[in-house]
T-cell receptor
Framework: GAVVSQHPSRVICKSGTSVKIECRSL??????MFWYRQFPKQSLMLMAT?????????EQGVEKDKFLINHASLTLSTLTVTSAHPEDSSFYIC?????????????????FGNGTRLTVT | AQKVTQAQTEISVVEKEDVTLDCVYE???????LFWYKQPPSGELVFLIR??????QNEISGRYSWNFQKSTSSFNFTITASQVVDSAVYFC?????????????FGAGTRLFVKA
């Protein structure tokens, strides 16, 4: 149980174009999903918290207009990298908690998608 | 503010050796959770264990064991009789309940190489 599906796994796009990444919780509902970015051989940096039915909460330093997040349903969150540039090339990972498995939400482990490797040429 | 420190960037061991991965955390909350995740070369993160701030009991699961000590703010992870398949990056993570907004913050990770 608790599977998170992320698509696509790899994408190569040209500079200036936009790319959409989907994150789905397959067998559980998630009012909150988290988007991380990981540079080679580095840690996961939280970009934003996606909230179902409301605006995403972005971490300091993350451009809201560049990384558009939509959480339209309890099982789907999308991250759109707009006007992508080579410096946006990275590994993007979404995650969610199965909020039915514990008291409160912060104590539940995160379930991760397989990640999306974005290369902007 | 919450912070997780994994001082060991890379560790290399020979198969069957024991290895301990260190994790030190900082938090102002009295209620929090600690986690360990494994990221194999394939990239997908896998949850290994969680521990809440009120439970300092150490845990053993097969070849894995965890040592949680609040007095030193440490949550160390030991792999006994390491195997090549243990080669991966291991992340320690912290989630705060009161002030953290349910966010999970990760340490820098420790890359473990297990040689045959």
């Amino acid at each position: 149980g608790a599977v998170v599906s992320q698509h696509p796994s790899r994408v190569i796009c040209k500079s200036g174009t936009s790319v959409k990444i989907e994150c789905r919780s397959l067998d559980f509902q998630a009012t909150t999903m988290f988007w991380y970015r990981q540079f080679p051989k580095q840690s996961l940096m939280l970009m934003a918290t996606s909230n179902e039915g409301s605006k995403a909460t972005y971490e300091q330093g993350v451009e809201k207009d560049k990384f558009l997040i939509n959480h339209a349903s309890l099982t789907l969150s999308t991250l759109t990298v707009t006007s992508a540039h080579p410096e946006d090339s990275s590994f993007y990972i979404c995650s969610a908690r199965d909020e039915t498995t514990g008291v409160g939400s912060y104590n539940s482990p995160l379930h991760f998608g397989n990640g999306t490797r974005l290369t902007v040429t | 503010a919450q912070k997780v420190t994994q001082a060991q960037t890379e560790i290399s061991v020979v198969e069957k050796e024991d290895v301990t991965l260190d994790c030190v955390y900082e938090t102002r909350d009295t209620t929090y959770y600690l986690f360990w995740y494994k990221q194999p070369p394939s990239g997908e993160l896998v949850f290994l264990i969680r521990r809440n701030s009120f439970d300092e009991q150490n845990e053993i699961s097969g070849r894995y064991s965890w040592n949680f000590q609040k007095s030193t703010s440490s949550f160390n992870f030991t792999i006994t009789a390491s195997q090549v398949v243990d080669s991966a990056v291991y992340f320690c993570a912290l989630s705060e309940g009161n002030t953290g907004g349910f966010k999970t913050i990760f340490g820098a990770g420790t890359r473990l190489f297990v040689k045959a």
